[in-house]
Every structure is written in C-alpha cells, then in structure tokens.
C-alpha cells in the first residue's frame, strides 16, 4: 500500500514474464528482480459486524441485545444438529408403499421452518424486540417437544389418519 495514496500493489520478486502468442515460438522474455502491479480499486465490500468477529467468550461477558443474540446464535446452531437428528430418526421410517423420497419434502419444511424461526428471533433479539432471557430458546423448545413426540409416538400421525377415515365411513 503507498502511504502518500493509498493505491494498493502487488509485488513480486525475481519475475520472469513472457510477451507473445501461444502456441508460436515467436515471444520475448522479460526478468525483473522486483516487479510491482497496480491493483484495481476493491468496487464492493462486504460488511462486517463487530459481534460477528468476537470471541465467545467476550460475547459471554456481554450484556448488548447485539451480542447476546450472536452469542445465542452461534449456541443454537450447534444444538440445531442433535435436535433435527431427533426428528430425522423418526421420519426416516417409512411404509412399504410409500416411495423413498415420501417424507424428503415434509422433513425439508421442517429443517426450513427451524431455520427460519432462529433466524427470525436472532433478529429480534438484535433489535431489543424480544427478551434475550427467552430468545431463541423456545424455538428449540418446541422443536425438540416435535422430535420427542415423533420419536416416542412414531405411529401417531398414522392413528390419527385412520380415525378419520373410520369417521368419514
């Protein structure tokens, strides 16, 4: 970088450059010991948040609705995998009758409404919408109160089905 005008470069030692079209033998060889190029001007950056480059444990010690709800984030990511393999286990039991992929859809609006709903309540929090004491913990909830019930009573949806059918006979 040129501190007088902030033009960044690249530079390169003990440069060989070769001048000339391939595949001729018609081409000049050029060495430098040291070779600087003018690199463009970046036209876009992406913004970083400061809560996003904390440490955890900073987050921790935090009390600002911005780094709880990152903190909260990043804890919820982590236990999303065991939560959506309780609800996985269940769904990947299927009927003889019913094709491979039969509950590949239902299980992929699952996974996206969880998804979402963290996403959605990561916001809130950051805003100071809701409390960071509730958070995103009741997504969890609710979603592991999903898997306990699909995984304890696997036949549940079946039954109830069939309940209706009798009732409609």
Known sequence: VNPETGARFMRLENVL?????????????????????????????????????????????????EHQAELQWRLSIVL?????????????????????????????LIYAAYFLLLQFCRDLVAEGSLSAVIGLWWVHVIFIAIGFVMFCFPNLAYHLSLGRRRLMS
Do not use: C, W
């Open 17 to 65: 450059q070769y001048d000339g079209t391939p595949g001729t033998g018609n081409f000049n060889v050029a060495q430098f010991d040291v070779h600087s190029i003018l690199l463009p001007e970046p036209t876009e950056f992406e913004e970083i948040l400061e809560e996003e480059t904390m440490a955890t444990a900073e987050l921790f010690a935090s009390n600002s609705p």
């Open 80 to 108: 999303l995998i065991p939560v959506i393999t309780l609800i996985a286990i269940p769904m990947s039991k299927i009927d003889p009758r019913q094709g491979r992929y039969g509950k590949l859809i239902p299980a992929a």
